[in-house]
């Protein structure tokens, strides 16, 4: 029973450039969360996703930031027109519903922008 | 609004010693307070959480926590550490009227041999 998936691993990007980060939830969970991680700070809320809508995006960014959740295939986090500080550990986590108490975490993408 | 505070940045203990690792939080009406472990270079790993019910909650590993109403605290507590607890710990909030948790800033705990 494979957990959440998250691809790749480790990114690196030039500023500017562009990057799409994969997540894969586990078998039957239809919710999908992203989370950022920064150096010395806890997990920060982006977005909150169902299959085709988006149910929470308070936590992200106004600008360069966007997420789906398709019908098909894994939740996509993009960052478009990279700067330093978007360097951190992104990660998701799903659920099977949105009520179900604990979330289950993906081991991360960690993009470096140089 | 809701918030959860680790007040310890690191916690050190002595292997074979009992450990604690802080939190308190802020929410409004009942809350689910949950604790996450996180090892290096990988995700969160549920440890246990408190919906309701008895105020002590055993999760994975040995680990337990306690649920103080009156102090706001859900304290993460095992008798007897292990150097393989070494990990950063994450104390996490959510109401019941809402679907996304609240996270401290974590508490990186070190056993020492």
């Known amino acids: 029973n494979a957990g959440v998936m998250q691809n790749p691993r480790h990114l690196v990007r030039r500023r500017g450039q562009e990057a799409r980060l994969r997540c894969s939830p586990m078998?039957?969970?239809?919710?999908v969360y992203w989370y950022r991680q920064l150096p010395e700070e806890g997990l920060k809320f982006m977005v909150y996703?169902?299959?085709?809508?988006?149910?929470?995006e308070s936590g992200m960014p106004k600008e360069r930031f966007s997420a789906e959740f398709p019908k098909e295939g894994p939740s996509i986090l993009r960052i478009q027109q990279v700067v330093r500080g978007d360097s951190a550990a992104y990660f998701c986590?799903?659920?099977?519903?949105?009520?179900?108490?604990?979330?289950?975490f993906g081991p991360g993408t960690r993009l470096t922008v140089t | 609004a809701q918030s959860v505070a680790q007040p310890e940045d690191q916690v050190n203990v002595a292997e074979g010693n009992p450990l604690t690792v802080k939190c308190t939080y802020s929410?409004?009406?009942?809350?689910?307070l949950f604790w996450y472990v996180q090892y290096p270079n990988r995700g969160l790993q549920f440890l246990l959480k408190?919906?309701?019910?008895?105020?002590l909650v055993k999760g994975s590993y040995g680990f337990e926590a306690e649920f103080n109403k009156s102090q706001t605290s859900f304290h993460l507590k095992k008798p007897s550490a292990l150097v393989s607890d070494s990990a950063l710990y994450f104390c996490?909030?959510?109401?019941?009227?809402?679907?996304?948790?609240?996270f401290g800033r974590g508490t990186s705990l070190i056993v020492h041999p």
């Open positions: 986590a799903s659920s099977p519903k949105p009520d179900s108490y604990e979330q289950y």
């Open positions: 078998k039957g969970h239809s919710h």
């Open positions: 996703l169902q299959k085709e809508n988006i149910i929470d």
């Open positions: 929410v409004s009406g009942n809350p689910y």
């Open positions: 408190y919906i309701t019910g008895d105020n």
């Open positions: 996490a909030v959510r109401s019941g009227g809402s679907y996304i948790p609240t």
